[in-house]
């Protein structure tokens, strides 16, 4: 399976740049896996509902030209629906028996993801109803589908 993970911005974090390099490495054996960063839009410190929207509608239209044609759309959203790590496990086995070999996780930047990529999205996934920063939702998300993969072969990962 190859997963891309389409995500606004970079990573300046050290720590999280840690975190990702080691779940992408450990990740090897089961995927491929491909980090694709789109450009990031300066939002001023007290947005108007119309300069939010302008820079959904650019980041927006910038990820979806980064996700690869035919790729099954999973776009992050805290109100998509929420699953169990043992559910997001059945969730990619379903799609590589379907032949989904292509995944592309999309993730938003600070004011989150434009209509535009949530209606285009196959699926919308939510880790919580909590917010968290766009940079650290990397590394959750890849810790996640490390342990999804390890589920899905049956292979023991901390409960």
Known sequence: MEIYIVAVGRVRERYL????????KRLRPYARVDIIEGPEERVPGNP??????RILA????????LVP??????????EGKMLSSQELAEHLAGLALQ???????????????????LD?????????????????MRLILLEQLYRAFKI??????HR
């Open 48 to 53: 108007t509902p119309g300069e939010e929207g």
């Open 152 to 157: 899905g072969r049956g292979e023991p990962y």
């Open 58 to 65: 650019l980041e927006g239209r910038s990820l979806l030209r």
């Open 17 to 24: 740049q840690d975190g990702i390099k080691e779940y992408l």
């Open 99 to 117: 032949g989904r070999s292509q995944v592309a996780f999309v993730i938003g930047g600070t004011l989150g993801l434009s209509r535009e990529v």
């Open 120 to 136: 285009r999205a196959h699926f919308k996934l939510s880790f919580s109803r909590m917010t968290f920063p766009h940079q650290l």
């Open 69 to 78: 044609d035919g790729a099954y759309i999973i776009a992050l959203d805290r």
